[in-house]
């Protein structure tokens, strides 16, 4: 084991929102030399992770270069149920098709951050393994560790109550089955969003009251927009893993200013003295949009190259600020047939998924030549002469006969 003094305050200190029980405690464990098995567990309800679940994994790999065992739990099971944390109604049910089929290629997107080979590798679990194997004798026993007071303190079932919307007995259990992963797994420590204390220490009341045994949590702080919205998948303004460099530049570029300081604390490796020196440039009168800039290429490295990250910047810089169109543009083969337009924006990778390109052409983004798109049922078909169809300010495609 690597005791690192230094290392250990970095990962106790660095976007950590809260440590239960405290995080001196936990400092203690680690510095004792004692060997810790912890794991972060990830709800496939979209084919693509994003930088928050970055942020995580990237938690989870100072951990595993301390020498930790680390294990990324996929949420087979729980995908299917719905976490309704934060939810003011009641989610849409996944099949197991569903789950599976979105958590694909989520190994090779966590593998920018974890090391699943080599030295120390980390583990992939999927917990519909135990979970699935529970008869309904498992499941009521689960439930008798905890009450309905406990569960009714989530804000948002008191709020879903005081509104009169429904509380679907199903979503009570979503917690019972991320906190009996801890048990399964017979964990030290779980790493999660600050979002998801709730579900991380009902683990920590299976696990203590099953084996007799203590849990550490560590809840990761949420990046958040200027209104206080997280960026995830439900709630859009994601930046996904799956982003291709100049999409995932651009929208960089894009966001809030009041968010530049936040994601070069949470979702970067730069020192803190080097944000210090950025948060006083900025103070100072720097454009805010060039230490984006900054930003955009750290974070399109991190997670792609430096070579593509150079690529993304100089496209961004020949689109969006020098208003040019790039010289080379994707092309689109229709191959003949008539399509929607929500279908053309996901074949063209312009979406990721129907619902996000009804989202983009609601929001006014979506053109055809030099005509907005507004019907999201609006046909496409395949024409003598060349389309551009274009995304925001910065990303095009030739749609061919």
């Known amino acids: 084991m690597d005791i690192d003094e230094?290392?250990?305050?970095?990962?106790?200190?660095?976007?950590?929102?809260?440590?239960?029980?405290?995080?001196?405690?936990?400092?203690?464990?680690?510095?004792?030399?004692?060997?810790?098995?912890?794991?972060?567990?990830?709800?496939?309800?979209?084919?693509f992770m994003h930088i928050g679940h970055a942020m995580q994994l990237r938690k989870l790999r100072e951990f595993q270069e301390l020498g930790h065992e680390v294990i990324m739990l996929i949420g087979s099971f729980t995908a299917m149920i719905g976490d309704p944390t934060d939810k003011l109604a009641t989610r849409k049910q996944l099949t197991k098709?569903?789950?599976?089929?979105?958590?694909?290629?989520?190994?090779?997107?966590?593998?920018?951050?974890?090391?699943?080979?080599?030295?120390?590798?980390?583990?992939?679990?999927?917990?519909?393994?135990?979970?699935?194997?529970?008869?309904?004798?498992?499941?009521?026993?689960?439930?008798?560790?905890?009450?309905?007071?406990?569960?009714?303190?989530?804000?948002?079932?008191?709020?879903?109550?005081?509104?009169?919307?429904?509380?679907?007995?199903?979503?009570f259990f979503y917690p019972l089955m991320q906190g009996y992963d801890s048990v399964a797994m017979d964990v030290d420590l779980e790493v999660g969003g600050n979002d998801q204390t709730f579900n991380m220490l009902a683990g920590r009341t299976l696990l203590r009251e099953m084996?007799?045994?203590?849990?550490?949590?560590?809840?990761?702080?949420?990046?958040?927009?200027?209104?206080?919205?997280?960026?995830s998948k439900s709630e859009g303004g994601v930046v996904?893993?799956?982003?291709?460099?100049?999409?995932?530049?651009?929208?960089?570029?894009?966001?809030?200013?009041?968010?530049?300081?936040?994601?070069?604390?949470?979702?970067?490796?730069v020192s803190d003295d080097e944000i210090a020196g950025i948060e006083s440039s900025l103070s100072g009168g720097t454009n805010p949009r060039d230490v984006k800039m900054r930003l955009a290429e750290t974070v399109?490295?991190?997670?792609?190259?430096?070579?593509?990250?150079?690529?993304?910047?100089?496209?961004?810089?020949?689109?969006?600020?020098?208003?040019?169109?790039?010289?080379?543009i994707a092309e689109l083969a229709l191959g003949g047939r008539t399509l929607?337009?929500?279908?053309?924006?996901?074949e063209a990778g312009f979406a990721p998924s129907k619902g996000e390109?009804?989202?983009?052409?609601?929001?006014?983004?979506?053109?055809i030549g030099s005509e907005i798109v507004s019907d999201v049922m609006m046909q496409v078909s395949p024409r003598t002469d060349e389309a551009i169809l274009q995304k925001g300010k910065r990303f095009f495609v030739k749609l061919l006969p």
């Open 240 to 269: 996904a893993l799956t982003d291709a460099p100049e999409e995932m530049f651009g929208k960089l570029m894009a966001m809030d200013d009041g968010m530049i300081l936040p994601y070069f604390r949470l979702a970067t490796d």
């Open 300 to 328: 399109v490295t991190m997670c792609h190259d430096a070579q593509k990250a150079g690529e993304a910047k100089e496209h961004f810089l020949q689109v969006f600020s020098r208003k040019e169109m790039p010289d080379e």
């Open 6 to 47: 230094q290392k250990i305050d970095r990962l106790l200190t660095r976007g950590v929102a809260m440590v239960y029980p405290t995080a001196e405690k936990l400092r203690e464990v680690l510095m004792s030399g004692k060997r810790l098995r912890l794991y972060n567990g990830i709800d496939p309800t979209a084919p």
């Open 211 to 231: 084996k007799q045994k203590e849990k550490f949590v560590l809840a990761i702080s949420l990046l958040t927009n200027s209104e206080g919205k997280k960026m």
């Open 357 to 367: 390109a009804k989202r983009l052409i609601e929001q006014g983004g979506v053109k």
């Open 97 to 171: 098709d569903d789950v599976l089929a979105n958590a694909e290629s989520y190994k090779q997107q966590a593998s920018k951050f974890l090391r699943f080979d080599g030295e120390n590798p980390a583990q992939l679990k999927f917990n519909d393994e135990w979970l699935g194997a529970m008869n309904f004798a498992d499941v009521v026993d689960l439930a008798s560790h905890f009450t309905v007071q406990q569960m009714m303190e989530r804000d948002m079932f008191e709020k879903r109550l005081t509104e009169g919307k429904p509380i679907h007995l199903h979503e």
């Open 340 to 346: 929607t337009i929500v279908d053309v924006l996901v």
